[in-house]
């Protein structure tokens, strides 16, 4: 790896004195449905890392079997069974901070070749030390894409970004009143979960185009519902609807068949369930199975795998979006939102959903997006969120100490 660059802070060298792992429940305000799943709330693992200066940072991942093959108890389990005194030096510097993060691992799964087993704990325990090490060396993480190497070709500060909307599988009188909001708040792209079962996609691409207007750029997300057998066909007759990509539309186990059909169709295929890390990403840059990338922070490990896989994917001429895990706090808002507002040419954007999903956000700050989607840059050290101590509280299953 290339060195950083370590500018010097005065400061005694800062080392992990004290690791919490909290088990949270977080509920929701709607039950949220795809092809693949249905959910009312979201189990999730957060971990508080405190310095040796008192500094205390959070991070968070979403753990989801049917993505990673994670559960929230192995989740658990890999966090408390990490090498944190082995893996965890003192450090002098922000840059020293980064290597050393970027280095860290959880214990290998055995039987797991794509090597995305425990990406979610890892996203948890990264960005929780990212955002404790960041306010100590007082570096907003809004630099972490500057600063690492590698990923200097796809920076492009800015001071805010743009999210897009979601309509997932509603009754077709909701789908229409959440196409006409996105419409009245310009929302300028959006996102239709499609291939649920007993659902005409036609007859719902349709209608929402209608009401969404023909300006709106309009992608789909199939959950892996289609077979390989019928994906040509199920994409051919949503293609007039002007539709900009295609999500995963079928199982990772058939995603072999997807270079085929990228031969077959004019719409962009985009790997999600089939996207979990720099192994799949080689695999499918080898086998031209996509043309798209959709990175997500707990997903594929954290922020810097995320940064580093879009410069990847750029090397390599495909695009990415940042997407986002359903349930998210503010916690992994605030990551997405310093990716999102230094990251050049995201296709699309999702993410900060915060009130508008979740009865608990865990952040006194509200990251919830604004007209137009728009969502502005953080500007505090590390994360530059503050968690709120009582709503922490009460989502909190079960809480231990895992180093210190």
């Given amino acids: 790896m290339t060195t950083l660059h370590h500018a010097t802070t005065g400061k005694p060298a800062l080392q992990v004195a004290n690791v919490e792992l909290y088990h949270v429940r977080i509920p929701f305000k709607r039950t949220v449905r795809h092809a693949s799943h249905a959910r009312d709330s979201s189990e999730n693992a957060v971990v508080r890392c405190t310095l040796s200066d008192g500094t205390?940072?959070?991070?968070e991942g979403l753990p989801r079997d049917y993505v990673t093959g994670e559960t929230i108890e192995t989740?658990?389990?890999?966090?408390?069974?990490?090498?944190?005194?082995?893996?965890?030096?003192?450090?002098?510097?922000?840059?020293?901070?980064?290597?050393?993060?970027?280095?860290?691992?959880?214990?290998?799964?055995?039987?797991?070749?794509?090597?995305?087993?425990?990406?979610?704990?890892?996203?948890?325990?990264?960005?929780?030390?990212?955002?404790?090490?960041?306010?100590?060396?007082g570096t907003s993480l809004y630099e972490l894409c500057s600063l690492l190497p590698g990923c200097q070709s796809i920076l492009k500060k800015r001071r805010r970004c743009r999210y897009s909307g979601a309509i997932t599988s509603k009754s077709p009188k909701r789908e229409v009143l959440t196409a006409l909001k996105f419409r009245a708040g310009w929302f300028f792209q959006c996102k239709i979960k499609v291939g649920t079962r007993g659902q005409d996609d036609v007859a719902r691409l349709r209608r929402l185009r209608r009401f969404l207007g023909p300006w709106m750029n309009i992608r789909i997300d199939a959950n892996e519902a289609w077979t390989p057998e019928e994906v040509v066909e199920r994409i051919k007759e949503l293609e007039p609807f002007k539709i900009t990509s295609v999500e995963q539309p079928v199982a990772h186990e058939q995603v072999d068949c997807l270079r085929e059909v990228r031969q077959q169709v004019d719409v962009p295929i985009m790997l999600d369930e089939s996207l979990c890390g720099a192994i799949d990403a080689e695999r499918a840059i080898a086998d031209r199975t996509c043309d798209l990338f959709n990175i997500r922070l707990s997903k594929c490990g954290?922020?810097?795998?995320?940064?580093?896989?879009?410069?990847?994917?750029?090397?390599?001429?495909?695009?990415?979006?940042?997407?986002?895990?359903?349930?998210?706090?503010?916690?992994?808002?605030?990551?997405?939102?310093?990716?999102?507002?230094?990251?050049?040419?995201?296709?699309?954007?999702?993410?900060?959903?915060?009130?508008?999903?979740?009865?608990?956000?865990?952040?006194?700050?509200?990251?919830?997006f604004g007209l137009g989607g728009v969502g502005y840059r953080l500007k505090k050290p590390g994360l530059g969120v503050t968690i709120d101590p009582e709503s922490l509280s009460r989502v909190t299953i079960a809480k231990e100490q895992l180093h210190g």
């Avoid at 205390?56 to 991070?59: H, M, N």
């Avoid at 030096?89 to 290998?108: D, H, Q």
């Fill in 56 to 59: 205390i940072g959070y991070g």
């Fill in 75 to 137: 989740s658990l389990d890999l966090l408390r069974r990490a090498d944190w005194s082995g893996q965890l030096s003192p450090v002098g510097s922000f840059g020293e901070a980064i290597e050393m993060i970027r280095s860290f691992s959880l214990p290998p799964v055995e039987g797991d070749d794509r090597g995305c087993v425990g990406n979610a704990a890892r996203c948890a325990a990264e960005i929780a030390l990212l955002d404790a090490y960041g306010q100590a060396f």
């Fill in 302 to 368: 954290g922020l810097i795998p995320s940064l580093e896989l879009a410069a990847l994917a750029q090397r390599h001429g495909l695009g990415y979006q940042l997407g986002c895990q359903v349930g998210e706090t503010g916690i992994l808002s605030a990551a997405g939102r310093h990716f999102g507002c230094t990251v050049d040419k995201i296709r699309y954007l999702e993410g900060s959903y915060d009130k508008h999903l979740v009865k608990e956000r865990l952040t006194r700050e509200d990251l919830t």
